[in-house]
Each structure stands twice: as structure tokens, then as C-alpha cells.
């Protein structure tokens, strides 16, 4: 067997081996030391239940003692002779000794250790009861110290082990009955109140920020209270996709509309002002009411308008667009230039007031096609719907200029007093004709350029060649060999203008536009289209003069003395933005141009390609 120390060695190697720790119990047994078998027994540090058959074992050698050890054995020696029995020599036995009533030994372990929760094996045993309440300071003796809390616990668990009569029953608990949690619900009401203090606090502090949100789209229902006649408003023919309002449009605005998604039970009754009243604005100052109530001011009616790099302002205002192919042809950037022209027109629609009556035109020869018959308000839905009716202009490349199915044809009015007919009034002159019987006070023209405008017979020469009827001539022939070269030279053309677009579309670059095909034909192939001979003219009819740059501007001259200095109204101003090819060149045009916007209170800009449309659009 081995002896007590190497058992204690092995013990501190494996503190969880229960063989070994039997082992050393029943030697401290053996050797009357009690106090240090119950120690070696707290000493587990295992904290799973002790199998029954060690606390079986346990609660014998703790209880009977050594009776209950087996004898050590002595270590294996050499073989001696056995003496007889009468030659065997009695040993006396040792009595056990006698069980101390107070502290047997100096405990190894700290009071500290001791406090703690046993573990393991028999430990429960010496759990201690609650701590009675110290001695009153009558009772104790003099001189004697008042015992610790801790002391009082070593004495009772002391005690507990004296008194204890073997009886120990030992029974497995299946359903260790645990102690009640204690409740967490005032904890939880703290948390949700505090919780609950803290978004309010939140939604408090984000109420005082001011958030920008986005305009909302016009109503389906707009009611306008105007003082003049306003149109009809109507769906456009042609849609786009909802285009931004620049912020600077809604700014500072009066409101003077009345919007309805649903239709209205009722009617809006006329205000009758027959008296002189005076009705104060939403901006500084007193307004006069009028012909009906309004909170607009003349600085609200008036809207500034910075046109490709011309400012001017104005409270009726006519933009005028060039339509024709000429503004859409490679040297001045194609689709892309014109394009960017129609958004920098659509910016400066945004951007007009409430107040502010407008129109646009697009011109191409003789046909002048209006967005609204008349001026009308500059309310969020005239202003997108007028974007939207100027955005398909010029889209399709296979129906460029104004077709049919955009609109009919505006006619402009004669005067005896007017040196052109209407009937020969055509390009932009007709668009600033049909402004100035609008009464416009600002209109902003972008065109080509120059249009030639030929003279019709008036209706005097009319009734002179009812009574001697003209003689009509002859057309001659054409050689039939300069028509074949012309027409191989015309295929080629029309082949090389298809691969030509292809390849752009490929690359994604907009079609060429041709404005003159046959200047195409002698530019690719230097033929020249064929010219009749032998032909004979038309005899009898009068010959009239051309129309100069001259007579427009007088022409505008006479509209002014008509439509607003008779009136009594303030004089308009026309502005005109010539917008040129890259190396295009011009003769007499751009003297024309500066004459015209001079004497018309206006201003005259000349943009060159591209990149020169591109410096004032920004784009």
C-alpha cells in the first residue's frame, strides 16, 4: 500500500480522482486526524453530484471512524519465519482518543475559505445556519471580546458536527426546488417610461427642424382667379416625362389659385366691386383691387428671363422658336444643339411667376403654330404643359420642321397702314407680328437666321389681270444625258447618306440633316442638276419687288405705332439671338439683326456652333 504522502501527491495531480481521495481520507482516519479528513472531503473540486456508493463510503468512515478504515498494510519485506503462537508477543492496543469538546486542531483553511459554499461530497454537512445576532452587550463578560461574524460560523458548524448522531440519510434530488426569481417588473416599467420619455423628446426636437421637401405636381383641377380672359386648358397631344422645377420658380409666389383634385359642387361667384375698394396684399404695400380681387403685385407680374445669355424681363412674354432644318444641321451640333436650345426654354418657363403671362411660338416659313391661342398665366400646369407640348419638336428624324399633326397654322391680321400683306408675312417676322397683337411687353426670338419672303400680287393687280389674263409660256427640254448623270449621282448620294447615318447610329451620334439635297449631290459628286432649253416665259405678269431686310424693319415699326403706342402702352422690347454654324458665313444678316433689337428696346446675341450654345446653357 502506498504510503500517506505519495497518495497526497498523486491528489494534488488529480484533485477529481475519488480512488485517491478515498485512499488519503482513510489514512487521516487511520491516524485519528478527523478534522483533516473532513477537510480532504470539502477539498473536492468537482461540483456534480457525488456517486451514491462513495457517499455511502463517506458517511461510514466520517461516522464510525477507524472501525471503519481498513488497517494500513505494512510494505512488502523478505520472507521471515513465522514465530509460534506462544512465541508471539501481545501489542497493546492504543485507545482511540477521546473527542475534543472544543477546537481539536487549528484549521488549515481561512475563515474566508470557510464562508464559502462547500462543494463536493459531504460539504453540505457543515453548511452553517444563519448567523444569529451577537450577544447583548449585557450578557457578555468583561474584558471578553465581542465574537466576529465569522468566528460565530466555525463555532456552529463545529458544534453541528459534535452533536451529530450518524443518522444521515442520503436520498438523490431529482427536483431541487430552486428559490422564486425575484420579479423584474419594476425594472421593466423603469425602462419602458424612460423609453417612452426619450422619442418624445426626439419627435419634439425634430418638429423644430425645418425639412425641405419637393414641390408636389400640379392638381388635375386648376382654377385660376385672373383678371383677364384666360383659355381653355387642355391636355397637349404629345406628353413627356414630368421635367424639374427649378426652385427659384415657386419662390416668394402669391397664391391665387384654387386647386381641386374631384369635381366641384359649386361655383366660384363673381366679386362685385363696383366700389373703389382697397384690399390689402400678402407682400408689403396696399394694392388697388381693380376688376376683382388679387394679391399680386407689379413686382410679381414681372418675370426675369435670361435668354442663351440676354436678360430682360417682362409681364407678357412670347418666347419664338426657329423649327426649320437649318437649325439642326452639323455645323451648329445637330439634334444635340437643338435639344439643349428646347431645355434652355423649358428652364426659362419654369422659372416665370404666377402672374406672368406667357405664350411660345415655332416658326417654320410661313406656318406659325402657338402652344395657346392667347397669352396665359404662368401657373405650374401651363408651365409643364407648355414643356411638354415643345418637347417632340424635331425628335424624328423622318418628320423634322412643324408637320401637320402639330397644330394649325396662326394667321396674322392686314393693315392699310402695315407695308407687308399677311399673306407674304412669313419666319420670324410673322412670330413677332403675332406677339405684338398680343400686346406682348418682351419677346425673345432664337432663329437661323435671315428668311427670304417673296411679294404677292395686292388685290389692285389682282383685277388688272382678271380683265388681261397672262400668257402662259412653254418649259423646254431637259438632255437626257445630263438626267442620267444626275441621277447616278443622286443614288450615290442617298447611298453614302444611309451608311453615313448608320455609322452615327452605331456610335450614337444624331443623324445628319440635310437642308438642301441637291447642294448634297454637287457637294459629293460635283454633278450639277440639269437645267431645261428651249422654253419660252409667261408673258403678262407684273413683276414685284423683293422683300428686304429693310421693309421688316419697318414692318415692326408700324406694328409698334398700331398695337401700342395708339393704345397708349408701353413699348415692347424684341430680343434676338442669332445662332450660326461653326465658319457659317453671313452677309448683311447681322447688321439686320442688331437694327432690328436696337430700335426695339432690345438686345441681340450671336452664338456661334456647339460650343458657343453650350458656354450660356451651361450644358
Not at 393704345?567 to 424684341?574: A, C, N, R, T, W
Request: aromatic fraction near 6%.
Amino acid at each position: 500500500m502506498k504510503d500517506a504522502d505519495s497518495i497526497l501527491e498523486e491528489l494534488e495531480k488529480s484533485p477529481g480522482d475519488w480512488s485517491l481521495r478515498i485512499l488519503a481520507i482513510e489514512h487521516k482516519i487511520q491516524t485519528g486526524d478527523i478534522f483533516a479528513a473532513r477537510q480532504l472531503v470539502r477539498e473536492d473540486p468537482s461540483t456534480d453530484p457525488v456517486p451514491a456508493d462513495i457517499q455511502v463510503k463517506l458517511h461510514e468512515l466520517l461516522t464510525k471512524g477507524a472501525s471503519a478504515a481498513p488497517a494500513p498494510q505494512a510494505p512488502e519485506a523478505e520472507e521471515t519465519p513465522v514465530p509460534l503462537e506462544s512465541e508471539q508477543t501481545p501489542v497493546p492496543v492504543e485507545p482511540e482518543p477521546p473527542r475534543q469538546e472544543g477546537l481539536a486542531e487549528k484549521p488549515t483553511q481561512s475563515f474566508s475559505e470557510l464562508q464559502e459554499k462547500p462543494s463536493g461530497g459531504l460539504g453540505a454537512l457543515i453548511e452553517s445556519d444563519p448567523i444569529e445576532s451577537a450577544p447583548q452587550e449585557e450578557s457578555r463578560k468583561p474584558g471578553k471580546p465581542l465574537p466576529t461574524a465569522p468566528e460565530i460560523r466555525f463555532e456552529k458548524a463545529i458544534q453541528r458536527w459534535q452533536e451529530y448522531d450518524g443518522n444521515l440519510l442520503l436520498v438523490e434530488n431529482e427536483n431541487p426546488i430552486l428559490p422564486d426569481r425575484p420579479s423584474s417588473a419594476p425594472d421593466r416599467i423603469s425602462s419602458v417610461s424612460m423609453a417612452l420619455l426619450v422619442h418624445a423628446v426626439v419627435f419634439f426636437l425634430i418638429g423644430l427642424v425645418a425639412i425641405t421637401a419637393p414641390r408636389p405636381k400640379p392638381p388635375q383641377l386648376v382654377v385660376s382667379v385672373v383678371h383677364e380672359k384666360q383659355t381653355e386648358l387642355v391636355t397637349p397631344r404629345m406628353t413627356k416625362p414630368t421635367v424639374e422645377i427649378k426652385p427659384a420658380a415657386a419662390a416668394a409666389q402669391a397664391l391665387d389659385v384654387v386647386t381641386s383634385v374631384d369635381g366641384a359642387t359649386f361655383s366660384i361667384p363673381d366679386i362685385d366691386n363696383s366700389k373703389n375698394n382697397f384690399v390689402a396684399s400678402l407682400l408689403p404695400g396696399v394694392q388697388p383691387v381693380g376688376n376683382g380681387m388679387n394679391f399680386f403685385t407689379e413686382a410679381t407680374k414681372s418675370s426675369d428671363v435670361n435668354f442663351f445669355g440676354i436678360s430682360g424681363s417682362g409681364r407678357k412674354i412670347v418666347f419664338v422658336i426657329d423649327a426649320t432644318p437649318q437649325m439642326l444641321v452639323d455645323e451648329k451640333g445637330g439634334m444635340t444643339a437643338y435639344n439643349n436650345v428646347k431645355d434652355e426654354v423649358g428652364i426659362m418657363l419654369a422659372n416665370l411667376n404666377r402672374a406672368t403671362h406667357f405664350n411660345v411660338l415655332v416658326y417654320q416659313g410661313k406656318r406659325l403654330i402657338a402652344f395657346r391661342d392667347e397669352l396665359v398665366p404662368g401657373l405650374p400646369s401651363n408651365l409643364r404643359y407648355a414643356i411638354e407640348w415643345l418637347e417632340p419638336l424635331n425628335r424624328d428624324y423622318q418628320q423634322l420642321g412643324l408637320p401637320r399633326s402639330y397644330g394649325e397654322s396662326l394667321l396674322v391680321s392686314d393693315h392699310e397702314e402695315l407695308p407687308l400683306q399677311a399673306a407674304d408675312v412669313s419666319h420670324y417676322t410673322k412670330a413677332i407680328q403675332k406677339a405684338m397683337e398680343w400686346q406682348a411687353s418682351a419677346i425673345f426670338c432664337i432663329t437661323s437666321g435671315y428668311g427670304q419672303m417673296q411679294r404677292s400680287l395686292t388685290p389692285k393687280m389682282k383685277e388688272e389681270l382678271m380683265k388681261n389674263p397672262p400668257q402662259p409660256g412653254t418649259p423646254g427640254t431637259i438632255n437626257l444625258a445630263e438626267k442620267k448623270v444626275w441621277d447616278n449621282a443622286v443614288a450615290k448620294t442617298r447611298e453614302w447618306l444611309q451608311k453615313e447615318n448608320a455609322a452615327r447610329r452605331e456610335k450614337g451620334i444624331s443623324p445628319k440633316v440635310v437642308v438642301n439635297f441637291n447642294a448634297l449631290v454637287t457637294e459629293r459628286t460635283g454633278a450639277r442638276p440639269p437645267r431645261r432649253t428651249g422654253g419660252t416665259p409667261r408673258t403678262g405678269m407684273p413683276s414685284l419687288p423683293r422683300i428686304t431686310p429693310d421693309d421688316v424693319e419697318d414692318h415692326v415699326k408700324e406694328l409698334v405705332d398700331i398695337h401700342y403706342k395708339k393704345p397708349g402702352l408701353d413699348e415692347p422690347s424684341v430680343h434676338m439671338v442669332f445662332f450660326l454654324g461653326e465658319g457659317e458665313r453671313i452677309r448683311n444678316e447681322e447688321d439686320h439683326f442688331r437694327r432690328l433689337t436696337r430700335k426695339n428696346r432690345g438686345k441681340l446675341k450671336v452664338l456661334r456652333g456647339l460650343a458657343a450654345l453650350e458656354d450660356v446653357t451651361e450644358k
